[in-house]
């Protein structure tokens, strides 16, 4: 049976800039760059009718795209390192998406995630590394930034259960709403017609 997870794709200029990160640490197995994402929601092993449901029901997400910037590193499991992220820059945006995938995810059932959502890229899993190393991996490139992506879907992925995760296929995605143009024009002239009548 498959793993399922929601999650945002990384886009490849994106993916370029987090393999620079890769190297440097004994004992990291480093994901594959085409296996790069960012979970939103793990549901695990689900039966059939119940990757039915959260996909129905993923269907009625109406979401705006938006911008989003890998930011920083960082590592899971502090006295035992398990594995090395890349980090992202604070998105309302973001936050609101997953905690709508998570409201729907309770609503058929599933039980709560209870890890605080924090949105990372894995890098690397880590296999009895010196947490020395660790520290002077991660204070090495703390200051690591990528340039902004726009985030124009999301999807729902399974894995196999398979060493250090992946491949993962895209099951179902589901698009995010464009921004229209014409109503933020509108809004411009409206707003300096407004300041034209107030002088």
């Given at each position: 049976m498959p793993r399922l997870f929601t999650a945002l794709e990384i886009p490849r200029d994106a993916a370029l800039s987090l393999s620079l990160l890769r190297g440097g640490l004994p004992g990291a197995r480093w994901i594959d760059v085409e296996n790069y994402h960012l979970t939103l929601r793990f549901m695990g092993d689900v039966e059939g009718h119940v990757a039915d449901e959260i996909a129905n029901a993923l269907d009625r997400v109406?979401?705006?795209?938006?911008q989003l910037t890998l930011s920083g590193v960082g590592a899971f499991?502090?006295?035992k390192p398990h594995s090395i992220w890349a980090g992202v820059a604070a998105s309302p945006d973001l936050n609101a998406l997953q905690g709508e995938i998570e409201r729907i995810c309770q609503r058929l059932g599933l039980p709560a995630d209870p890890r605080k959502f924090t949105p990372h890229v894995t890098l690397a899993r880590l296999r009895n590394a010196n947490p020395a190393d660790v520290a002077a991996y991660l204070s090495a490139r703390g200051n690591f930034a990528a340039m902004p992506f726009k985030v124009g879907r999301f999807v729902l992925m399974s894995s196999r259960d398979s060493i250090g995760g992946g491949p993962y296929i895209v099951e179902e995605a589901w698009p995010l709403l464009q921004a229209e143009p014409s109503r933020a024009a509108n809004f411009a002239t409206s707003a300096?017609?407004?300041?034209?009548?107030m002088r």
């Open positions: 109406r979401r705006p795209s938006f499991g502090q006295k300096s017609d407004a300041s034209r009548i």
